[in-house]
Structure formats: structure tokens, C-alpha cells
């Protein structure tokens, strides 16, 4: 029997990591189950609010895009066991998925309003190429755990950087997208 990881994790176990009474964790949690989920919760969500900052702090479309992915490779290299583990474990309930197509949804429509708005792309052809271009995402770091190497990283930031300037140049009609290089 594992006798470390998440397997070994009980409520005893909590409440003698934190220093507290079987009790008082029994208080804020009801078993081990709301506790993984919480964790996990946690997890994403600082997660989701280092991307935001990367991305709102990038100073165009472009920028914000890169920093999306850089970022997402980042955190996948730091986090991704630990999700993986957790998720492996059973904690994905609906709470969870609805919380997160939340956070996909306010990510999708900020991008679609930058690039609207700095690319003077139409709405209408905003929306479904900014959603397209935000799950290849998910390709990309599927592309990683394959082999997840620092240059690997490299190399699909990249490729995904070629692919969302040719598109959003395409899509707008060549609004210096591609930052003065040669067409």
C-alpha cells in the first residue's frame, strides 16, 4: 500500500500537517474529497490570475497572446503533475468545470474585445477566431507533455505565435500584425 502522495492523504493527515484538531478540519471540510477539491480550486485559480496579469499587462494583442502561452507552458511545468494527480484522483466535479468555462469565457471575450479594438477586426469574425486561436492552446501544451523540455517550450510558443499572427493578419486585412516583417 502507498503510504505517501495523495493516496495517503486523510483528515488526520490534514489537521496534523496544519497544526489544528481533527475537528476544526472537519469543520471547514466534510472529508478528504472537499479538501482535494479546494486544493485543486486554489491551485487554478492563483494559476488564473497569473496568466491575467501577464496577459493584461501586455501592451498589444499580439504581446497578450504570447504571454498567454508562455505563461500556460510555465505553469504546466510547475503545476501540471500536481493537477494531473489531482484530477487522477477524482476531483472534477461540475462545480469545478462550470467555474472554469467561467474563467475560459472572460478570457475568450477579453481577447476578442482587444482585437477588435486594436486590429479593427470585425466582431462578428473576432469572436469564433479569438476562441479558435485560445484552444489550440490546450494542443500546445499536449504538444509539450510529449517531450517537456525548456526548448520544446521554445519552439511551440513559436509555432503558435506564427499561427495566431498569420491568422489575426489574414483576418484584418494586414494591420501590422506581424510587426513590420516582410509579406
Given at each position: 500500500?502507498?503510504?505517501?502522495?495523495?493516496?495517503?492523504?486523510?483528515?488526520?493527515?490534514?489537521?496534523?500537517?496544519?497544526?489544528v484538531s481533527r475537528?476544526?478540519?472537519?469543520?471547514?471540510?466534510?472529508?478528504?474529497?472537499?479538501?482535494?477539491?479546494?486544493?485543486?480550486?486554489?491551485?487554478?485559480?492563483?494559476?488564473?490570475?497569473?496568466?491575467?496579469?501577464?496577459?493584461?499587462?501586455?501592451?498589444?494583442?499580439?504581446?497578450?497572446?504570447?504571454?498567454?502561452?508562455?505563461?500556460?507552458?510555465?505553469?504546466?511545468?510547475?503545476?501540471?503533475?500536481?493537477?494531473?494527480?489531482?484530477?487522477?484522483?477524482?476531483?472534477?466535479?461540475?462545480?469545478?468545470?462550470?467555474?472554469?468555462?467561467?474563467?475560459?469565457?472572460?478570457?475568450?471575450?477579453?481577447f476578442a474585445r482587444?482585437?477588435?479594438?486594436?486590429?479593427?477586426?470585425?466582431?462578428?469574425?473576432?469572436?469564433?477566431?479569438?476562441?479558435?486561436?485560445?484552444?489550440?492552446?490546450?494542443?500546445?501544451?499536449?504538444?509539450?507533455?510529449?517531450?517537456?523540455?525548456?526548448?520544446?517550450?521554445?519552439?511551440?510558443?513559436?509555432?503558435?505565435?506564427?499561427?495566431?499572427?498569420?491568422?489575426?493578419?489574414?483576418?484584418?486585412?494586414?494591420?501590422?500584425?506581424?510587426?513590420?516583417?516582410?509579406?
Amino acid at each position: 500500500m502507498k503510504t505517501d502522495g495523495i493516496d495517503a492523504l486523510s483528515m488526520e493527515a490534514v489537521a496534523d500537517k496544519a497544526g489544528v484538531s481533527r475537528p476544526l478540519v472537519y469543520k471547514h471540510f466534510a472529508n478528504r474529497s472537499e479538501v482535494l477539491t479546494e486544493l485543486y480550486r486554489r491551485e487554478t485559480t492563483e494559476v488564473h490570475e497569473e496568466l491575467s496579469r501577464a496577459v493584461t499587462a501586455a501592451p498589444t494583442v499580439l504581446d497578450a497572446y504570447r504571454a498567454l502561452a508562455r505563461g500556460s507552458l510555465a505553469a504546466a511545468a510547475v503545476h501540471g503533475s500536481a493537477f494531473a494527480t489531482l484530477r487522477s484522483a477524482g476531483v472534477s466535479n461540475a462545480a469545478l468545470r462550470k467555474e472554469q468555462r467561467s474563467r475560459d469565457g472572460l478570457t475568450a471575450r477579453y481577447f476578442a474585445r482587444r482585437t477588435v479594438r486594436e486590429l479593427s477586426i470585425d466582431e462578428e469574425r473576432a469572436r469564433p477566431a479569438t476562441a479558435m486561436l485560445l484552444s489550440m492552446i490546450d494542443d500546445v501544451l499536449a504538444q509539450w507533455r510529449r517531450r517537456p523540455t525548456a526548448e520544446r517550450a521554445a519552439s511551440l510558443e513559436e509555432t503558435y505565435m506564427t499561427i495566431v499572427s498569420a491568422a489575426l493578419d489574414r483576418l484584418g486585412g494586414s494591420h501590422g500584425t506581424q510587426r513590420g516583417a516582410a509579406r
